[in-house]
């Protein structure tokens, strides 16, 4: 446990430190709260009056020992049904990194708040029941991390405790997910066992899991190489506010603020601003009230352009490289969010970056099996949870990259208009691995059962 001031110095000394930002994701009662909890005492990322409050309730409720699950599951539903329900941030850090954590929930009710929390990760962490092995929760939660294309994938298989221990048990579910990940275009995942309740190889090496040669979680947590380098892919730059004081000290003054997709700008680049395809060059770079030189991936700064162009928010300033194509015809995966099923027909709007503009789904390609990874096709619609590959026609042109190379400018939202809900998250061009799903033995979805809508340009929607 440690006191205000110590966390305070702690992440002081760690702030030249890398930053990671990590997902975890399990089955309902596989103990993840009591992981992440585990992770958070062990590497002293308590505060004293948190560690104070959870063992005063771990007594009312007659336990010998605090439940560390306590110190995520804070909305009064989780702690009296004993499950996560939304996703939960926490911030810690260690003399060697920075962490984000996002808790994400494991019941399948809940499984499109796993995309909240692994939409920025850089790593997942995916928990597996030593007992129940890999379920079709656990699959599940592979395949969205695939989709998501979170770079690092960790199995942790838990409550090894349980299982005594044994080496055969871990080895057989390590196998058998790797093989489940590798269909699915993951590569690299790095399997750890654990007990997360007794503390075994969360934090500290286990004595019990001699073994076991590896690092332990947080180790590991600890040294996965993060981050690439911005020059390693093409300006991307949406623009979020143009800035025009018009006061006499800025009298001419006409600047465009945003945040900095990817890629590195310089003053003197030649760029494209999409979907017009005006080119001209950056005259100036303004951050935090300063003139420079230079701005790279994720800064927020304001360009100033050589030319007088006509850009408004939701316009995408490109640069480094060939620009990305502006279209009104986009097919994208998708893993839909809402409880109400998304069917062809349907109008929604589609928010990309700063631009939001309004879209037809003219097709439903086909539904993925997460069990089998059978494209099931002629589905009418998509329920809650599920994943799939749709087709969109859009009122005016959207300037998408392909989400295999632009994690942030490649996905996009569906949102009903109506009431401002949000209802798909998608990946455009083919955001899983080629080998990922069965196509070949793709199959009629007669499952489902929605009314569909029939496609219509009318009041000028598309």
Known sequence: MTSLTEQVAGLADASATTLLRFATAGSVDDGKSTLVGRLLHDSKSVLTDQMEAVEAVSAQRGQDAPDLALLTDGLRAEREQGITIDVAYRYFATARRRFILADTPGHVQYTRNMVTGASTADLAVVLVDARNGVIEQTRRHAAVAALLRVPHVVLAVNKMDLVGYQESVFAAIAEEFTAYAASLGITGVVAIPISALAGDNVVEPSARMDWYGGPTLLEHLETVPVGSDPGGQPARFPVQYVIRPQSPEYR???????QLASGVLRVGDAVTVLPSGHTTTVAAIDALGRESDVAWAPQSVTLRLADDIDISRGDLIAGGGPAPVPTRDIEAD??????RPLHIGAKVLLKHTT???RALVTDIAYRIDIGTLEQRSGAQGLKSNDIGRVVLRTAEPVALDRYTGNRRTGSFLLIDPADGATLTAGM???AFS?????????????????????????????
């Open 355 to 357: 631009r939001t503009v």
């Open 334 to 339: 998708v893993c839909h969010l809402n409880d």
């Open 428 to 430: 455009a061009g083919e």
């Open 252 to 258: 001419d003054y006409r600047g465009y603020a945003g």
């Open 434 to 462: 080629t080998s990922a799903t069965v196509s070949a033995h793709a199959t009629p979805d007669a499952s489902d059962s929605y009314d569909a809508s029939p496609s219509s340009e009318e009041n000028g929607w598309v």
